[in-house]
């Protein structure tokens, strides 16, 4: 009978530092072909800290092993963990990781799903890494068992904007400065300067000479440079 991951799963593990870790490493001594090792939840395996022991190096000590560990066998060992409900104050995703920050300080992949209320129920993967050259922000679904990526989480937020589509509309005729696009909208300066910067960033418009911003031009409309 063929073999299958599940054969493979438990429900009962030891704490890592009861016999958890050395059964990870021994399961990965015995079978070199395994690529994936995933510790569900962090909780579960995870030791208290020790009286007096600083929770940012508790944490620090507890992923140390286990990132050596996978590295060693060139296996990705996956560690769930939870976050909290309420998006953090400082604007920075990663402070969503419940307890200290020592859990990312050692991580080489950090990936944070969750679900915005505020946006409609907008479910978002965040990812970024030591071997990620930038932050990636995915928009997903759950369908039938499985999360789909359904592509750039700020393009579908800006596809699916009444106001900043209208601000692509208005520069379809032609570049406009901040001030022309909030008068053409009857909206706040502001708003609208906030609007515009996140075009910008996604590379849906670009700003161009007298502080004015047009659509990007397409690649057949690209001046062509001669040598002669």
Partial sequence: MRRT?????????????????????????????????????????????????????????????????????GACILVLHHATKNPPISGDWLDCVMGTTGIVGVIDTGMLIRRDRRAGGEITLNATGRFMKDEAELALKFDSGNWLVIGNAEEIRIDNDDDMQAILRLLETKPLTPADIAEAMKENRSTVRNWIQRLFDASRIERIEGGRYALPLKDAEQPVLRDD
């Fill in 5 to 73: 991951a599940l054969d493979n799963c438990r429900t009962i593990w030891n704490p890592l530092n009861k016999g958890g870790f050395d059964g990870i490493k021994n399961y990965l001594e015995a079978n070199a072909d395994c690529r994936l090792t995933v510790i569900d939840v962090l909780a579960k395996v995870k030791a208290g800290p020790a009286k007096g022991v600083d929770p940012y190096y508790d944490a620090y000590e507890t992923l140390s092993p286990l990132k050596a560990l996978g590295m060693k066998h």
